[in-house]
């Protein structure tokens, strides 16, 4: 289990990453996209679901068509 803790240190290596990365995306909606899609990634859920509904649900997302858009168009 993550204790609160390192869950704080997780968020501020993770918005580093954010930060190094976020220039390869031009405009602000893909960088918070990007964001947005591993933060779910890193999220806990059950075992066996796949896709990109439950990374878009752990962020907030209503649907995962923002996330769908940028994994469609990254190269």
């Known amino acids: 289990m993550i204790t609160e803790r390192a869950g704080g ?3 501020l290596e993770l ?3 954010f930060l190094a990365v976020g220039h ?3 405009r602000i909606g893909l960088r918070r996209r ?3 899609y591993v933060r779910g990634l890193l999220a806990r859920w ?3 679901t796949t896709g990109i509904w439950q990374p878009a649900e752990q962020v907030g ?3 995962p068509a923002g ?3 940028l994994l ?3 190269k």
């Open 34 to 36: 990007m964001r947005d």
């Open 61 to 63: 997302r209503s649907t």
């Open 67 to 69: 996330l769908q858009h």
């Open 9 to 11: 240190q997780r968020d």
């Open 24 to 26: 390869r995306f031009r």
């Open 72 to 74: 469609a168009g990254a």
């Open 46 to 48: 059950p075992a066996r």
């Open 15 to 17: 918005d580093d990453l």
